[in-house]
């Protein structure tokens, strides 16, 4: 068995802007022992390994042939997920994935099974869920502080992605509702439980965009989804996400929960000092205390650290690749949703 005084050997596959948040936030963390990183740019690997004292490693193979290696942490481009998991999971890795899990549901749950048969931990961001204040809005639910609850209102309003990125185009491509619609539908699963069914709505409101150096592109995908989802356990949330509100509006990307004797309201799902502001029913909002002392940010070693307590502890992990798969399998009925016009069951479980 592992001793807790064991550092946790890691490897980081992808060394881009995001690879360098990561290796930032868990450098110098002592639970961790950052081995090294590979990149298909080999001069980018360099650059980060140099910053971090440690290996440049030639390949994902060479990764995976090393014994100190207990995670790998995927950080590549979501079209290649299902792919480095596959090989990191296949070789008896544990495995910390950026979003998502995949793109299709069947491939989703076929790299949780993998992982189940190969006995090792799949965890899959985001890890918004695990902030303090979204764990205090679970508690609160859980304890019944606004009653029953039966409808939530959540926005992902993410504004203009050409106004700030220098290449915005995949993000059209891909569109809002599998970019940021993951994180929302993350949270209210955790909160909620699974979903059973959805209705939806989806539209190009904007579907010229211009660039930062005036260069216009048009993108593919829905720029802006309504979508209605139904819990198995009865809740209905009605989900609104889109490149073109910005999320400094009023509405922004905020939850709203309402039940039985009143409503409990969340400002900003993804960071974890978001206000909670709670009131009786037909009452004015009044602002609650946080219990702990919430950091003012996300910190980008929260999901790697999460699966490397559960590692060390020999507890489950609360970002499951179940889950993951379950809100790809959301994302895709979604899809079905808007295509055929009429509801759409969501079968998986978690």
Known sequence: MRSVMDPVGIAVVGCGNIGMQYLESLHGQPLVNILGMTDPLPERAAHAAKAYGCRVYQSLTEILEDPQVDIV??????????????????????VYSEKP??????????LVKLAEKQQVILAVSPFLHLGTA????????????????????????????ESWHPNPEAFYDVGPLIDVGVYPITLLTDWFGAVHRVWAYGSQIAPVRVRKDGISFR??????VVVILEFAEGVIARLTVNFYVGSRTKQGEMVECHGDRGSLYLSYWLLPDAKIEAADFEEPYQTIAHRGEPVPSFEWDSGVMELTEAIVMGRP??????????VVDVINATERAVTQGTGVAVDSRF
């Open 73 to 94: 942490v995927n950080l590549t481009p979501a079209a290649v997920h299902p792919e480095i998991i596959r090989q990191c999971v296949g070789a008896g890795k544990h």
């Open 219 to 224: 993108g593919t995908a829905w720029d802006f």
């Open 134 to 161: 979204q764990q205090e809005m679970k508690q609160m639910i859980r304890d019944g502080a606004i009653g029953s609850v039966r409808v939530v209102y959540a926005e992902a309003n993410h504004g203009r992605i």
């Open 317 to 326: 992990c609360r970002m499951s690749a179940g889950q993951a798969a379950h």
């Open 101 to 110: 899990l995949a793109f299709q549901f069947d491939e989703a749950n076929e």
